[in-house]
């Protein structure tokens, strides 16, 4: 089994071009669900046959899971895993059919995406306070998150050639190694062209210590592959030139926030959930929200279709011919009359 699993990570990762990310959690999903079969089949996971990964070893992975109290999403996730796993050994010939598919998936739980008003967002945005180099960087990057939405990884793997100011246009290579490309506003051009001044004194001043040593410079973090004709050459860099992390961008921000609003759990991610549910709630077209966040389906992006019913009863009030107070006072005359 360890060979079939290892041929599936690597069909992933090669064919369906998956982040390594991903990768890695396919594959702590199917082992749980390996683990959990050999275990009720009473054998070590060396010794498990394809043909054990059957419906009832599925509906009682997925019934331990439940036990765990692991959420709805979460059991979704590992059956989408398994599933997925279970196609390729039937299309490679290990097993004669698909068990996955009869078997449902869990409802998932309605969960509102956690996200700033647009005052939390002002406030967060001023947060950076100062005029030092560690501070513009910053409200570079919280500028840059709420005015494009963009992914955590996707943020930390900016190269300086993606963006172009004068357009005010980023390109962006999401999930999946699709590029598209995303707009920002004026004051984000303002931050990051305040930033790059910065930035270009930092790179510069590692290169010149990195030629002294007689050291080559090393690519970092994350990134698109680099090479001599086209060097990496990271957007947000840390105090000695190098790429900014995903773990060091997610905790600034956690910071910002906590010195900026009580509310708890936002993080990196909800900041691109404020941004979706702004422009939905200034009358964006949904399609339009799809294409700027890089959602492969609409139906992840309606999850921004929230509203609460002081919203819902203003926008009727302010909407329906009939619903302001002419349309009642029209309406109260036709009746007397």
Do not use: C, W
């Amino acid at each position: 089994m360890h060979a079939h699993l290892k041929a599936f990570l690597k069909f992933l990762a090669l064919n369906r071009n998956a982040s390594a990310h991903t990768v890695r959690a396919y594959e702590s999903d199917l082992s749980q669900f390996l683990d959990h079969a050999a275990a009720g089949a009473g054998i070590r996971r060396s010794e498990l046959d394809p043909s054990r990964l059957d419906r009832v070893a599925l509906r009682a992975f997925l019934a331990e899971v439940h036990r765990q109290g692991q959420s709805r999403a979460t059991a979704a996730r590992k059956l989408a895993a398994v599933r997925t796993f279970l196609r390729y050994l039937r299309r490679e010939g290990a097993i004669d059919d698909d068990p996955g598919a009869l078997v449902a998936t869990p409802k998932r739980d309605i969960r509102m995406p956690a996200h700033l008003s647009e005052g939390e967002m002002d406030a967060l945005l001023a947060a950076p306070a100062g005029d030092t180099p560690l501070s513009r960087r910053d409200r570079a990057i919280l500028e840059l998150f709420y005015a494009s939405g963009l992914r955590l990884s996707e943020l930390a793997g900016l190269d300086s050639d993606d963006v172009n100011l004068s357009a005010k246009m980023v390109r962006v290579l999401g999930k999946g190694g699709k590029e598209r490309i995303v707009p920002f506003n004026t004051s984000t051009a303002s931050a990051i062209r305040e930033y790059l001044k910065d930035r270009n004194l930092i790179v510069a001043g590692q290169e010149r210590q990195d030629r002294r040593d007689g050291k080559r410079q090393r690519p970092s973090g994350l990134s698109r592959p680099s090479s001599p004709s086209h060097p990496e050459s990271p957007l947000f860099v840390n105090y000695r030139g190098g790429r900014l992390t995903v773990r060091s961008i997610d905790r600034l921000v956690r910071r910002y926030v906590a010195a900026t609003s009580t509310r708890l759990g936002i993080s990196p991610h909800a900041l691109r959930h404020s941004f979706a549910t702004h422009l939905l709630q200034r009358g964006a077209d949904l399609r339009v929200i799809q294409e700027l966040l890089g959602h492969a389906r609409l139906s992840t992006t309606q999850r921004y279709t929230h509203v609460n019913t002081a919203q819902l009863l203003e926008v009727y009030r302010n909407s329906h011919p009939r619903a302001g107070r002419a349309g009642r006072a029209g309406g109260a005359g036709k009746a007397g009359g």
